[in-house]
Every structure is written in structure tokens, then in C-alpha cells.
């Protein structure tokens, strides 16, 4: 009998599997203390929509308008000495009689300050249209006052700047081209996709 149970011993055990000791159960090791508990959730991951079509087209016709403002502005100042003359010329039918220190002084006024007042208005509105594509949606209310001086500085600048003959029509040219891409791109950033966009900022 004792042979017959050492056999089904040794069947219920499996080849290599090593037996039970004898003697007390060993302690199994205490589990790990549980986390306290979070008060704060982690930030939610901001999901960023992708820029419209509006806003792209938008962005890019108003980059074609500052540089058509740009080449007109090289251009004067490639060819001031000409300007400079013709503006002579009208500054003395404008104040006969002056002497010739201040008639040249009064040009040199009239020529780089018109070219500054230009190129100004053109930071400002390149300045907003930055912080439009950064999605605040206020800069774009800003960009319609300054489009508004823009052709108000033009149409001042355009006695001193736009030359008689085909070089003058140029200017105006460049200049009809200038105001109209801005325009245009200013419309767009009042689209409601792009409006949505900006909002989606906040």
C-alpha cells in the first residue's frame, strides 16, 4: 500500500516540480501604499485647429501689398536726385522768394518726410497683421483705420512722389495694386471660418 500511494505522489506532482516544504507558510510581502489622492487634473491637451484657407490667402495678399508699397518706395529713393529737383521746382512756385538754403531744406522735408510717413504706416499694419496671425481677433478692427491712413498718407505723398510720364503712371499703378490687395485681404479676415479660427485662440 505504501508503494501504490508513493506512486500517485509521485503522478500528482510533475517531473521537476519541486514539492512543498514542510513546515510554516512564509509571509507574502505587504502590497505597495496606494497613492493618495490628486486634487488637480492634469491640463486638458489643446487641440489646435488648422488655419483656414481665408487666413493663408489673406496673409499672402497683404504680404504682395507691402511689397508693391516697397517697390515704389525703392524706386524713390533709388531715383531722388530727380525727385529732389522736380520737388525744388515746387516748393519755390509754392514759396517764391525764398532763399536757397531754406528751399532746399523745405525739399528734403517734403521728400523723406512723405517716404517716412509711408513707410510708417506700412510697419503698423505689418505689425497687426503679425498679431492677426498669432489669432487675436482685435488686431484686425485695428487694420481698418490704419488702411483708412494708409490712403490718406498716399494721397498726400502722391504730390511729391509721383513723377510726371510713364514713370508717374507706374506709381499709380503699383500704389492701385497696393491698396486693393490689402483690401482684399482685410475682407477676407472678416470671413466667418477665419472668425471661428480667431476665436478658437481665446
Known amino acids: ?12 506532482t510533475p517531473a521537476g516540480a519541486a514539492s512543498p516544504p514542510d513546515g510554516p507558510p512564509t ?32 496673409r499672402n495678399l497683404w504680404l504682395f501689398s507691402f511689397a508693391a508699397g516697397l517697390a515704389v518706395l525703392a524706386g524713390s529713393f533709388l531715383t531722388r536726385d530727380s525727385h529732389l529737383e522736380r520737388l525744388r521746382t515746387v516748393v ?26 509711408m513707410l510708417l504706416v506700412m510697419l503698423l499694419e505689418a505689425a ?14 485695428a487694420l481698418v483705420p490704419l488702411l483708412a491712413a494708409h490712403v490718406l498718407v498716399m494721397m498726400v505723398a502722391a ?5 510726371p510720364g510713364d514713370a508717374g503712371s507706374y506709381v499709380v499703378i ?12 482685410l ?3 472678416f470671413f466667418p471660418s477665419v472668425a471661428a479660427w480667431l476665436r478658437s485662440g481665446r
Open 174 to 185: 503699383l500704389w492701385g495694386i497696393e491698396i486693393l490687395l490689402a483690401f482684399i485681404g
Open 27 to 58: 509571509a507574502q510581502p505587504a502590497p505597495p501604499p496606494r497613492p493618495g489622492l490628486s486634487y488637480s487634473s492634469p491640463a486638458p491637451i489643446v487641440v489646435v485647429p488648422p488655419v483656414p484657407g481665408s487666413a493663408r490667402l489673406a
Open 128 to 141: 497687426m497683421l503679425g498679431v492677426v496671425v498669432g489669432r487675436q481677433g482685435w488686431a484686425r478692427l
Open 159 to 163: 504730390t511729391f512722389l509721383v513723377p
Open 1 to 12: 500500500m505504501a508503494h501504490e500511494t508513493d506512486g500517485e505522489d509521485r503522478l500528482r
Open 92 to 117: 519755390q512756385e509754392m514759396a517764391p522768394g525764398g532763399d536757397d538754403a531754406a528751399v532746399t531744406t523745405a525739399t528734403d522735408i517734403v521728400f523723406w518726410g512723405s517716404i517716412g510717413a
Open 187 to 189: 475682407v477676407l479676415f
